[in-house]
């Protein structure tokens, strides 16, 4: 939209002069929250008149209690967890606000306060875990400090894992939200799903009447199923190894791969339609907690390496999805997405070391092959921009002078100078811009009106398009 050449209305604005007002508003208002008066992003008005109650605190925190009377002026607060609210649909919301409703006004002071399963003795929200006592629990007195196993003996003899009832509630109903996204995928949308499922089999997809769709197969090639498989393999294969090699410091066996990639398989249909839908994503972290910790209990390593290869698969997968959507609509050609979405570059790092490695072993005699560093190569232009050319090329000359030629032909002097040297050229820069600043540039003194005084490098059309029919302000059309 942002793109669409559009005519400014009449005591109006475009949608992209829009955008521009509302991002400079924002821009400059966030200021106030973010930095002049943080305490507008919570205020509750219940703890502000009763300072020395436990209960209305309770009642009335925004942060961590049930945010009655609770509100704020900081959009960033509105939009931080469950994304922007402009972004959902209204039955979605709607369906989020019963849901909240129902848990935190009606269930929550049922239990807490009628005291279930000892609820009193936790914070009435709270993600920590606590003792028998109450107290933050300390992980560090049941596990081995070598192999992070736990330890039972320690863990009979100290104490139980204890939750907030609103947390452990929590847990419950991310076990109810997945076997309710299957239910609810399967029984509203599982005659479409098949319908289409059995059209891709027939090869009927291009009978599709989605004018997107029409285009995208007239002009660009599809994604080959086997590039999908070979990624697949691989990465499986890599995790496998991650896992059983290197001593099995993850603690998670290769049959807890395969089935945390299981679990991802299962429910990325069903979470990705209901995310289509909603903007709202079921996730798999608590199940996947679940699963790992009673299959293979009293390995913490291996329950968190089982949620990472079990929710986060599923979770790129969806966004995996997201991004060929968006390259759907815009035109993008789907292999041109699948390439650019790929951490290819991970790849690169490790052939180039590799072909390093391989050079000095065909070649041990070649001094200089051993003096190369696929590292440091790699990682040169990392710092471009903020730093330009003649940053780099005048550090190289005056490095090569020093470092080489003088190093080589006056050892004695550079080894007695060199470092001092550079240790006085960067003192009298720095005292030097100090002083300048608070003497001259507070009053607004930046130096005589004159050519020189301009920063650049006068070469103002080094940013110029080279491409016929390039229209840009201050530059020649070709």
Not at 319 to 326: A, G, I, T
Not at 382 to 395: D, E, F, K, V
Not at 423 to 440: E, R, Y
Request: net charge positive; aromatic share 16%.
């Amino acid at each position: 939209a942002l793109h669409d050449d559009e005519k400014r209305p009449r005591r109006g604005t475009t949608r992209f002069h829009f955008f521009l007002i509302v991002f400079i508003s924002s821009f400059v208002y966030y200021i106030v929250p973010g930095f002049l008066f943080p305490s507008i992003m919570n205020i509750s008005i219940l703890c502000l008149i009763w300072k020395d109650s436990i209960t209305v605190h309770q009642i009335g925190s925004g942060l961590k209690g049930m945010g009655i009377g609770a509100f704020t002026f900081d959009w960033n607060t509105v939009a931080a967890f469950l994304g922007s609210p402009l972004a959902t649909p209204a039955f979605a919301i709607i369906n989020v606000l019963v849901g909240f409703v129902i848990m935190v006004y009606v269930v929550l002071p049922i239990f807490y306060w009628g005291n279930i399963y000892n609820a009193k003795k936790f914070p009435i929200i709270s993600q920590n875990v606590f003792d028998s006592e109450g107290k933050p629990y300390n992980i560090s007195r049941i596990l081995n400090s070598k192999t992070f196993d736990i330890n039972l003996d320690e863990y009979n003899n100290y104490s139980k894992l204890y939750l907030s009832i609103f947390f452990a509630f929590t847990y419950g109903l991310n076990f109810a939200s997945l076997t309710a996204t299957i239910s609810h995928v399967a029984l509203f949308h599982g005659k479409t799903i098949w319908r289409n499922m059995i059209k891709a089999k027939e090869g009927m997809q291009n009978n599709f009447e989605d004018v997107h769709t029409r285009l995208m197969q007239k002009n660009y090639k599809p994604v080959p199923q086997w590039w999908f498989h070979i990624i697949l393999i691989l990465v499986v294969g890599l995790a496998i190894f991650a896992c059983e090699g290197f001593d099995k410091q993850l603690q998670l066996p290769w049959w807890g791969v395969l089935l945390a990639c299981l679990l991802a398989f299962t429910f990325t249909l069903p979470v990705g339609i209901i995310q289509a839908m909603t903007n709202n994503q079921v996730g798999l972290n608590v199940i996947t907690e679940l699963v790992i910790g009673y299959f293979y209990p009293g390995k913490p390593l291996a329950n968190v390496a089982f949620k990472t290869y079990g929710y986060i698969s599923m979770s790129q997968a969806l966004s995996f999805l997201s991004d060929f959507k968006l390259g759907h609509y815009m035109k993008i050609p789907p292999r041109s997405m699948f390439v650019a979405q790929l951490y290819w570059f991970f790849l690169i790092g490790v052939l180039c070391s590799l072909f390093s490695w391989l050079l000095r072993k065909l070649f041990p005699n070649t001094k200089w092959i051993e003096y190369i560093n696929t590292p440091v190569i790699l990682s040169a232009t990392s710092l471009m921009p903020p730093a330009r050319s003649i940053n780099y090329t005048s550090w190289v000359i005056v490095g090569l002078f020093f470092n080489l030629y003088v190093y080589r032909r006056y050892k004695g002097w550079w080894a007695r100078h060199n470092y001092i040297l550079s240790a006085g050229l960067d003192a009298g820069i720095a005292f030097l811009g100090v002083a300048l600043f608070f003497t001259l540039q507070t009053k607004d003194i930046y130096g005589p009106e004159w050519w020189g005084l301009d920063s650049s490098d006068h070469c103002s059309l080094a940013i110029c398009p080279t491409a016929p029919g390039v229209v840009a302000r201050g530059c020649p059309v070709l």
